[in-house]
């Protein structure tokens, strides 16, 4: 079925260095993907989103960038603090449909 | 202004009863969402409904029902609940299907 691959689970970095997570997805007719920022308590909250038809967005220290054929998509953060740790989860939408299939997660942790 | 609203924030409550969650938003949309949150932090599709109609709908016991009166509220009728349904339950809505506004979520727990 359709699916999407997340990793890491967890990444720890410095304060000021650079954070990668790196989503896959199977179903390539896929067409936007969105990630999501979750503080600890609080909701799931869209923090940037790529649709097929661009390769890389960038909105001030988060990039996206999508490789549709390798079915690959990362999230970059650039001069990381400690207010981006949290849970990091990557989607897909699956074609035709509004459902987005949610990675796994991937839990961030910035040290001071 | 709350965009994505959610009653209640917690609910505590036995096996074997029946109970209701409340989500209404503001922002026009046309879409809204049931999304379950398990305790690995894994976010699961339930259902959705785009003005009203119901458009998806997961395997997920049919001891849950969802309801939308209109296309600015969707409720969530969960009975003879089971220790297993504890969990953080989200609503979401968004215009199509691009970019969801998540609710704050409803930690359930079922003892």
């Known amino acids: 079925g359709e699916n999407v691959e997340q990793h890491p689970s967890t990444l720890s970095v410095q304060e000021g260095d650079s954070a990668v997570i790196k989503c896959t997805y199977s179903?390539?007719?896929?067409?936007?993907f969105p990630w999501y920022k979750q503080e600890l308590g609080k909701r799931p909250q869209l923090i940037i989103d790529?649709?097929?038809?661009?390769g890389e967005k960038k909105d001030q220290r988060i990039a996206v960038t999508l490789n549709k054929t390798a079915k690959h998509f990362s999230l970059h953060i650039t001069e990381t603090q400690p207010e981006d740790s949290a849970v990091y989860f990557c989607?897909?939408?699956?074609?035709?449909?509004?459902?987005?299939?949610f990675g796994t997660g991937t839990r961030l942790k910035v040290l001071a | 202004d709350t965009a994505v609203s959610q009653t209640p924030k917690y609910l505590v409550t036995q096996m074997g009863n029946d109970k209701s969650i409340k989500c209404e938003q503001n922002?026009?949309?046309?879409?809204m969402y049931w999304y379950k949150q398990d305790s690995k932090k894994f976010l699961k599709i339930m259902f959705s409904?785009?003005?009203?109609?119901?458009?998806i709908n997961e395997t997920v016991p049919n001891r849950f029902s969802p309801k939308s009166p209109d296309k600015a509220h969707l409720n969530l009728h969960i009975n003879s609940l089971e220790l297993g349904d504890s969990a953080v339950y989200f609503c979401?809505?968004?215009?199509?299907?691009?970019?969801?506004?998540f609710g704050s979520g409803t930690r359930l727990t079922v003892v």
């Open positions: 979401a809505s968004s215009q199509e299907f691009y970019g969801y506004t």
């Open positions: 179903d390539s007719a896929s067409n936007y």
């Open positions: 790529i649709r097929s038809n661009v």
């Open positions: 989607a897909a939408t699956l074609s035709g449909t509004y459902k987005y299939i």
């Open positions: 922002l026009g949309h046309d879409t």
């Open positions: 409904y785009n003005n009203k109609e119901l458009i």
